[in-house]
């Protein structure tokens, strides 16, 4: 079994920083992406960033040049750093690692973590 826990949400003012991590356990063998999402109230779930296990990054138009994802293999934790945060990035924001255990690889997602731009 993997577990995925993120953490490091809350309230900001707009033009503030955040940054959010997401911890992997478990009987892994592999990661091979992680990817954070978020989900705005009414909208649909969307990627925001994603890394790969050799450190490949990839970004949503919309938060380029403000946030930026990376990753500590040995800890299983990727991170995503926000900065100038604007009101619609609120959201709830989602982990998902692709993961390999002894078995098989699969997709994993954390519970979300709450995420809100407001002054």
């Known amino acids: 079994q993997v577990q995925l826990v993120e953490s490091g949400g809350g309230l900001v003012q707009p033009g503030g920083s955040l940054r959010l991590s997401c911890a992997a356990s478990?009987?892994?063998?592999?990661?091979?992406?992680m990817t954070w999402y978020r989900q705005a109230p009414g909208k649909q779930r969307e990627p925001v960033a994603a890394i790969t296990s050799a450190g490949s990054t990839n970004y949503a138009d919309s938060v380029k040049g403000r946030f930026t994802i990376s990753s500590h293999n040995a800890k299983n934790t990727v991170y995503l750093q926000m900065n100038s945060l604007k009101p619609e990035d609120t959201a709830v924001y989602y982990c998902?690692?692709?993961?390999?255990?002894?078995?098989?690889?699969?997709?994993?997602w954390g519970q979300g973590t709450q995420v809100t731009v407001s002054s």
């Open positions: 998902n690692g692709l993961i390999a255990t002894n078995e098989r690889k699969d997709s994993y």
């Open positions: 478990g009987s892994i063998f592999s990661i091979y992406l």
